[in-house]
Each structure stands twice: as structure tokens, then as C-alpha cells.
């Protein structure tokens, strides 16, 4: 299992719309195409927030093959979608990380 973490800085004046949009159009999007899955959303608390918010994003899925698909068929696209609503008031970047049982 793997997990597809995208972590997000956004201005502070624009936290609240980013999360919604974030809940109503990014991760139904997303989840539909079935290949991510189990979305979990947390904010990053940091010392100092003057300059914005942090968010982690992570969806589980299977392997790099159904991850790779899932990026081809509407990942790239959301990419894109939150470029242009959002320009540089938000930005991220992404890490796949591996589970490990405990």
C-alpha cells in the first residue's frame, strides 16, 4: 500500500475557500476514477502562520501503476484546474511514501 501525500501552502486570506474547494471538487474528482482512495486531510501547525497555511492531503492506493493511471486520467487535470483557480495563493508539492506495519 502506498500513500500519495500532497502537501499545500496557501495564503491565509484564501484558507477557508481552498479547503472547501478542496472537499467539493478536488477529492470527489480524485476518489471517483478509483484508483486513490481514503482521503485524509490535516493542517500542518507551525510556530509561525503569519505568512499562510500548510495542509497535508494523502489518498492510499495500491501500487505506482494504479497511481500513474490515476495521475494520467485526472490527476493532471485537478493539477492544472487548481493552477488556474488558485494561481500562486496556493501551492504544493507531492511524495509517495510506502506504509509500513508496525
Not at 486513490?36 to 497535508?56: D, K, T
Amino acid at each position: 500500500m502506498l500513500i500519495y501525500n500532497t502537501t499545500y501552502h496557501c495564503e491565509q486570506a484564501c484558507y477557508d475557500e481552498f479547503v472547501e474547494w478542496l472537499r467539493k471538487e478536488y477529492i470527489p474528482v480524485a476518489v471517483q476514477h478509483g484508483a486513490i482512495s481514503a482521503p485524509r486531510m490535516s493542517r500542518i501547525l507551525a510556530h509561525e502562520e503569519n505568512e499562510g497555511v500548510s495542509l497535508s492531503l494523502q489518498f492510499s492506493t495500491a501500487d505506482f501503476d494504479a497511481l500513474s493511471a490515476w495521475y494520467d486520467a485526472c490527476g493532471a487535470t485537478l493539477v492544472a484546474s487548481l493552477e488556474k483557480k488558485f494561481q500562486q495563493r496556493v501551492v504544493g508539492f507531492s511524495t509517495i511514501m510506502q506504509e509500513i506495519d508496525l
